[in-house]
């Protein structure tokens, strides 16, 4: 059974940083491209930064620069380090596992005050 567990997400205020978790089983996780995606109130949902499995990376031009993707391989994790938060970062931030077939998780909240 495939879960991706996403946690690490939480009120921050502006200027701030979280460290977002997402720990997946159920598949071989070196195998998968990993990305990070958010959604705010009534916008679409929005790709913020992928790694492949040769950890090569992309992020949105939004984030470029504050924010890090990062994975670890033998603990089956994908990370978002999101440095010098904005408000306009706060959304339901989400991990997809994408190769033939994509898998998402259920999503954490970030709200970023100003």
């Known amino acids: 059974q495939v879960q991706l567990v996403e946690s690490g997400g939480g009120l921050v205020q502006a200027g701030g940083s979280l460290r977002l978790s997402c720990a997946a089983s159920g598949f071989i996780f070196s195998n998968y491209a990993m990305s990070w995606y958010r959604q705010a109130p009534g916008k679409e949902r929005e790709l913020v930064a992928i790694i492949g499995s040769v950890y090569s990376t992309h992020y949105a031009d939004s984030v470029k620069g504050r924010f890090t993707i990062s994975r670890d391989n033998a603990k089956n994790t994908v990370y978002l380090q999101m440095n ?11 991990c997809k596992a994408s190769q033939a077939l994509d898998y998402w998780g259920q999503g954490t909240q970030v709200t970023v005050t100003s």
């Open 84 to 94: 010098s938060l904005k408000p306009e970062d706060t959304a339901v931030y989400y």
